[in-house]
């Protein structure tokens, strides 16, 4: 591995200046260095990815590089131009685009309105409308940037409205590209979709800039990787060169097991049994469509599927909150006992007395509640619970003092109760809820995305607990969208489409090609060779129904 | 991390805040060819400078605490209820139910039988806005708003049709019975001997207001209910994982607030008019609403608030008794308050956090 900074290039790219170049680039917030003394040179006409822990500074760097904030020392070169880079004006016209995570668009704008939205011509919208047209429509052919002109942003699924950024930036001539974690947001094929797009970009000669910290992406599309640790830049090598273990290694600073290690599992009696499991939401559409499922003590069931094919409401329901408004039919019982799927009794929290623990697909919208301490979330579910209530009041000290044990054994940092659950990273707040479900000792454990944008050290630390979960007795379903790990954790594995169970298979003897079968609605996999035009490590489908709206 | 120390966010901005509404104020003033010290002077003399002005201005106050209170309480269920005005006018209606046809010989008895009066058709008035917003979404704001002007129609009519007394041409109920009178805080004084305050309508009900302000803290921050109307009022999704009901909180949450809100007829209909007159709340469940979000929606600040905004009440009249500034300019230094304290609040603050930012870092560097 090459020392920090100089990226291991031959002669022919140091000649030709670079697209962009950072030289000793430092940034501060408060006492917090986010960035420290950053060298970076991205070659023209390369992807180049930028990976690290989140809080490791990416983000930080590329908002430098994209004017919202100045650093306090250092140089930025643009095709071998040292330039002040003052706001996102000055980067507009320097040739830089910038596809951010949460996408900037204005909801009830049409696409072409939201295109030229900012760099509109004149004082008159009709012809710069008319000029976007031609230029999309060039855009469209050239890259399969394909979307509707005139439909408006709220009516398109994730992966148009990122499309219609990309567009924003190529619209204004964007030669260097940078997207920030462009793929949190999107189903497996829709992300496939967009590295072609990238793919097909780089090849006309433009230069990209992708921030992830999934190693999978880096390895998959990129043509040099850089590491982010703790502000600084550990490393940049060619992607071919190196291999995901050194990635992690380099980003976390030590050794990372990126497959769980786990004995087989010895499962027993069944807990939760599901049968002709129905579900029809509030607009009359048929979300599941007859659910058979069961799980034992001591083994966990993944269920592995393209998100939007019914996952997140069969969580919902199990966890005694259906959608609003809809109609849900077929048994389910857990222990013997059945649980009611509608009416009185149906709750979150008759569910949790009845030994059910819950880790939400979405820790920040309904695991946590961002704005409380993180002591506070630790009671969050469980407020009834005794141990945390004295009389007519909650027993606030009771609490802290389990948030701080929790905290201590999940190696939550910083170890800070008192802290607002929003100013943790997304591994830690994903450890509290972790922390707060597992440690409930529940008979069956639901758990939804339990890493999604969750840092590499924290995602082995959560899938150790998991499996030692399983080892004490208990049944855990597993919903992921990650197929890596629906593989390594699940003793079985369900596939999930369009709101049916495709098929069950065993995770020692299946592929991913299968699974990438069986994830599209193929339900005949059994004489499939793996080679049927899916490539192995993707597993990762077109032609898939696309999200919901 | 935090942008800035706890006592610059709840103390410095909201001072800083008064001090720019003052400014201005004084600018006012003085464009209208009076002199502001002498303005000021009026005020402070008027409202704080005697035992008398105090008796005003603590009246004042404990009718802006019930409203604060209830606004606030709302407000952490992320509800807005701006209907305290016509909580507060039902409120008035369940005292006057109670003294009039309940016989109660003394007013340590009557009090409490007021209370349950006031809370009941106060949180019965903010029911129904409630149910409609947990079970159909019918927007707070707009349910409530309409119920004031609903509240001020039916007094008129209760009070013209069925509460006036035979003979009489005013419209208002008959006097409550001697006895229920509540005890002014001059007789109170008087009692220990210590003169204070005479002739003023500031009653025992301003020590239930801060019994109030010690019960809704309690309530927020130390129950299990609270803590489930903090959580929906952060997150609705949020609060369905964690089995809390929203439907039932709304409608709780709702039934609290417009509970304290009609208990401020307490205050000034069994502890000041010992009738009900029409308009008796006189746009004190609106003062609430500034009361809550100038005091930051604590029970503290709520406290210090309304004492801020009864003695714009009391010095504001005093200034227009004593001083030829037309009463109307009260009105503009009691908006300017509003304005700078509630609405412009980002304006004090954001630039102080990046001051305290700035002192952090270079503290650091050092």
């Known amino acids: 591995m090459t020392a920090a900074g100089e990226m291991t290039g031959g002669r022919s790219d140091a000649a030709a200046p670079a697209a962009i170049e950072l030289r000793g680039i430092s940034k501060a917030f408060g006492p917090v260095q986010a960035n420290r003394n950053i060298n970076l040179r991205v070659p023209k006409g390369t992807i180049h990815g930028i990976i690290g822990e989140n809080g490791a500074g990416k983000s930080t760097l590329m908002s430098i590089l994209y004017g919202f904030y100045r650093p306090d020392a250092g140089e930025i070169l643009v095709n071998g131009q040292p330039i002040a880079i003052t706001d996102s004006q000055t980067a507009i016209r320097a040739g830089i685009g910038m596809v951010f995570q949460h996408f900037k668009l204005v909801q009830n704008f049409t696409v072409l309105e939201n295109v030229i939205l900012g760099a509109e011509d004149g004082a008159l919208l009709r012809p710069s409308l008319s000029k976007a047209r031609g230029v999309l429509k060039q855009l469209a052919q050239e890259y399969q940037l394909n979307?509707?002109?005139?439909?408006?942003?709220?009516?398109?699924s994730v992966g148009h409205q990122q499309r219609v950024e990309i567009l924003k930036a190529l619209y204004r001539q964007a030669d260097i590209l940078i997207l920030d974690e462009p793929t949190g947001v999107l189903t497996p094929a829709e992300a496939d979709h967009l590295f072609r797009i990238l793919e097909g970009l780089r090849d006309e000669g433009k230069t990209i800039i992708l921030i992830t910290h999934k190693l999978r992406e880096i390895m998959d599309i990129t043509d040099n990787v850089s590491v982010m640790r703790r502000g600084e830049m550990v490393a940049s090598v060619k992607t071919a060169e190196t291999d995901p273990e050194e990635l992690a290694e380099l980003m976390v600073g030590r050794k990372v097991l990126l497959n769980v290690e786990k004995a087989p599992a010895t499962p027993t009696k069944p807990v939760l049994q599901v049968e002709g499991l129905r579900m029809i939401d509030d607009d009359g559409v048929e979300r599941l469509r007859g659910i058979d499922l069961q799980i034992r003590a001591g083994e966990i069931l993944g269920l592995a599927g393209v998100s939007g094919n019914g996952q997140t409401q069969l969580l919902e329901i199990l966890g005694g909150y259906p959608p609003k408004g809809s109609k849900v039919e077929g048994t389910v019982t857990m222990n013997g006992a059945p649980l009611p799927l509608s009416g009185r009794g149906c709750d979150a929290a008759s569910r949790r007395r009845a030994g059910m623990g819950h880790i939400p697909e979405d820790r920040q919208v309904e695991g946590l509640i961002m704005d409380f301490a993180a002591w506070e979330n630790v009671a969050f579910g469980w407020q009834d619970a005794p141990?945390?209530?004295?009389?007519?009041?909650?027993?606030?000290?009771?609490?802290?003092?389990?948030?701080?044990?929790?905290?201590?054994?999940?190696d939550v940092r910083p170890r800070n109760p008192n802290l607002a659950a929003r100013n943790f990273s997304g591994g830690n707040q994903q450890k509290i809820v972790v922390a707060r479900e597992i440690e409930r000792n529940p008979d069956l454990l639901l758990i939804g995305q339990p890493t999604r944008g969750v840092d590499i050290g924290a995602i082995e630390f959560i899938h150790k607990r998991i499996v030692e979960l399983r080892d004490a007795g208990k049944a855990i379903l597993l919903v992921s969208v990650e197929l890596d790990e629906i593989l390594s954790l699940s003793d079985r594995v369900a596939v999930m489409f369009d709101g049916r169970i495709m098929g069950e298979r065993d995770p020692a003897s299946t592929t991913t090609g299968e699974l990438g079968l069986l994830m599209a609605g193929v339900t005949d996999t059994k004489n499939t060779p793996d080679d049927q035009g899916i490539p192995p490590e993707h597993a990762h489908v077109d032609g898939l129904p696309q999200e919901p709206r | 991390m935090d942008k800035m120390p706890k006592w610059a966010d709840v103390i410095l901005t909201p001072l800083i805040s008064l001090v720019l509404a003052m400014a201005i104020s004084a600018l006012v003033i003085l464009a209208i060819g009076e002199s502001p010290w002498e303005a000021m002077k009026t005020m402070v003399q008027g409202a704080l400078g005697s035992s008398y002005g105090w008796g005003f201005t603590l009246y004042y106050a404990t009718n802006f605490i019930f409203t604060g209170l209830a606004v606030m309480v709302a407000y952490h269920a992320s509800l807005f209820n701006i209907g305290g005005e016509g909580q507060a006018a039902m409120g008035g209606l369940g005292v006057a139910l109670a003294l009039l046809y309940i016989p109660l010989p003394?007013?340590?008895?009557a009090l409490p039988v007021a209370m349950v009066g006031a809370a009941?058709?106060?949180?019965?008035?903010?029911?129904?806005?409630?149910?409609?917003?947990?079970?159909?979404?019918?927007?707070?704001?707009?349910?409530?708003?309409?119920?004031?002007?609903?509240?001020?129609?039916?007094?008129?009519y209760v009070l013209v049709r069925l509460l006036r007394p035979v003979g009489s041409m005013d419209p208002a109920s008959a006097r409550f019975p001697?006895?229920?009178?509540?005890?002014?805080?001059?007789?109170?004084?008087?009692?220990?001997?210590?003169?204070?305050?005479?002739?003023t309508p500031a009653n025992v009900t301003f020590f239930i207001a801060l019994l109030a302000c010690l019960l809704v803290w309690l309530l927020i921050w130390r129950t299990r209910m609270g803590y489930e109307i903090r959580a929906l009022g952060k997150s609705e999704p949020g609060a369905v994982y964690a089995g809390i009901s929203p439907v039932r909180i709304t409608v709780i949450a709702m039934l609290i607030s417009g509970g304290l809100a009609g208990m401020m007829a307490i205050n000034n209909v069994m502890g000041e008019a010992e009738r009900l007159v029409l308009n008796a709340v006189e746009g004190a469940g609106f003062i609430g609403i500034a009361v809550a979000l100038m005091g930051r929606n604590h029970p503290f600040g709520v406290l210090l608030a309304a004492l801020l905004f009864g003695f714009l009440y009391q010095?504001?009249?005093?200034?227009?008794?004593?001083?030829?500034?037309?009463?109307?300019?009260?009105?503009?230094?009691?908006?300017?308050?509003i304005l700078f304290t509630g609405a412009l609040d980002n304006m004090v603050r954001m630039p102080l956090e990046r001051l305290f930012l700035r002192l952090r870092r270079k503290e650091v560097a050092e």
Request: aromatic share 10%.
């Open chain 1, 387 to 410: 141990e945390f209530n004295r009389g007519w009041l909650m027993d606030n000290a009771a609490i802290r003092s389990d948030a701080a044990d929790k905290m201590e054994r999940f």
């Open chain 2, 120 to 156: 009941i058709l106060g949180a019965a008035w903010a029911f129904i806005p409630a149910i409609l917003q947990a079970k159909r979404g019918s927007h707070i704001v707009i349910t409530t708003i309409m119920f004031n002007f609903i509240a001020a129609a039916a007094l008129n």
């Open chain 2, 106 to 109: 003394h007013w340590a008895l």
């Open chain 2, 315 to 337: 010095g504001g009249g005093e200034l227009a008794l004593w001083t030829s500034i037309p009463r109307e300019l009260i009105i503009v230094i009691q908006a300017l308050v």
């Open chain 2, 178 to 199: 001697e006895a229920t009178n509540l005890p002014s805080l001059s007789d109170a004084f008087a009692s220990i001997g210590i003169e204070w305050g005479r002739n």
């Open chain 1, 147 to 156: 979307v509707d002109p005139d439909e408006r942003i709220e009516e398109l």
